[in-house]
């Protein structure tokens, strides 16, 4: 009863269907538009599942293929040998990948209105995903990035179709305390309340000011992509790419805002932090950072005081953070959020290697700066599923 139609633009499904899949405080419209009109088709091929139900739209799933670096997909102790093997099969170092998901969003989601059987949707786009992976020429299928929400209808995919479970990176969110930035930092443990007013204290001293922009000049615009370009490439984890074009199209929206440090005496900008309003809900996208500013500024902790400042203007009541960056947004009181990845290689001998290597993976082999969190909360490590 249930069915999917494959769209290759955001525009080939109705306003009204997004606005009711996507509402706040997912990414919604917008941010698909965002990606599709960036100019990313050489890291991306994006795509659109229309459910129905009855020939009666009720679900969008997003979706897209890339060729994933192997680099991101094996355990690192075999990264050299298939290097050496690339240089003679350049295929090799390359797995060509059909996700449904967004690249570079928080959480995978896939938008249903209200009654539709999220069991049977998850069940039938599996199987669309093996048709259209095929179709794509795409070994490997993965389910990205997907909270506890549908955890119930995924689970059953890896008993039924031969699924396997990859605890992915966590995600961050911050419930806001009270009604300012005083109520919030007095909700913090007493551990972290102190070194954050002993870092604001001294970063106090920083000449340096805030600012938040909306539909920034291209002037500006320039400071911004040139920021995140230096933390970009000071990043370790490059799953995506974007480029100054989706910095351009994603600013004029009306959910984007940019909150900005810059030096008092020279304007300079020095730090900022991509935050997208949705309803009572902020995320904190990306930041640019001048990594050659004074380490004592403590730039990340006086941008990030600027943003919950923001937030509570805005009337915010949570802050979500994303992926990687761990030891500072723990330190800043941000929870983890379990996220899943669920897997299926094509050939039968590789999936139930990965399935191995998978069973092995979890927040403390993921990240140094999780293992020393999930040392200190250990119940509160997500299950490899089975």
Not at 69 to 84: D, E
Not at 113 to 123: H, I, K, L, M, Y
Not at 248 to 277: G, P, T
């Amino acid at each position: 009863m249930y069915k999917i139609q494959w769209h290759s633009s955001v525009e080939d499904i109705s306003e009204d269907l997004w606005q009711e899949c996507f509402a706040a405080p997912y990414e919604g419209k917008w941010w698909y538009a965002a990606l599709e009109l960036a100019g990313l088709e050489a890291q991306f091929k994006f795509m659109y599942g229309l459910i129905l139900f009855n020939d009666k739209p009720v679900g969008i799933a997003p979706a897209f293929l890339m060729d994933v670096p192997i680099a991101l997909v094996i355990p690192p102790a075999l990264l050299p040998f298939f290097n050496v093997l690339g240089k003679f099969f350049p295929s090799l170092l390359y797995q060509r990948t059909f996700f449904i998901g967004s690249p570079c969003s928080d959480e995978g989601r896939v938008g249903l209105v209200d009654g539709a059987n999220a069991t049977e949707v998850f069940s039938m786009i599996n199987k669309a995903m093996r048709n259209q992976a095929d179709k794509l020429g795409a070994s490997m299928r993965v389910w990205k990035d997907f909270s506890k929400e549908h955890q119930s209808a995924l689970v059953s995919l890896l008993k039924n179709d031969g699924l396997f479970h990859l605890v992915s990176f966590p995600g961050t969110s911050l419930h806001l305390e009270g009604k300012n930035k005083n109520d919030y930092i007095s909700s913090l443990k007493a551990s972290r309340r102190n070194k954050i007013k002993k870092k604001m204290k001294q970063a106090n001293d920083a000449p340096v000011y805030s600012e938040v922009v909306a539909q920034p000049s291209a002037a500006v615009m320039d400071e911004i992509f040139s920021l995140f370009w230096q933390t970009y490439e000071k990043g370790n984890t490059k799953f995506e790419q974007l480029n100054r074009s989706f910095f351009d199209v994603i600013s004029q929206y009306e959910h984007s805002y940019y909150v900005i440090l810059r030096k008092k005496e020279s304007n300079e900008m020095l730090s900022f932090m991509l935050c997208f309003r949705l309803g009572e809900h902020v995320v904190n996208k990306f930041i640019g950072i001048d990594y050659n500013q004074p380490k004592e500024w403590f730039l990340y902790f006086r941008l990030w005081d600027a943003a919950v400042e923001w937030s509570y203007s805005v009337g915010a009541s949570s802050i979500q953070s994303g992926q990687t960056g761990y030891a500072p947004k723990i330190e800043l009181g941000n929870d983890m959020v379990p996220l899943s990845n669920y897997c299926k290689h094509k050939n039968p001998i590789v999936n139930f290697i990965y399935q191995l290597v998978a069973r092995t993976i979890n927040w403390d082999t993921l990240d140094p700066d999780l293992a020393i969190y999930v040392k200190a909360y250990p119940e509160l490590k997500p299950a490899n599923l089975k």
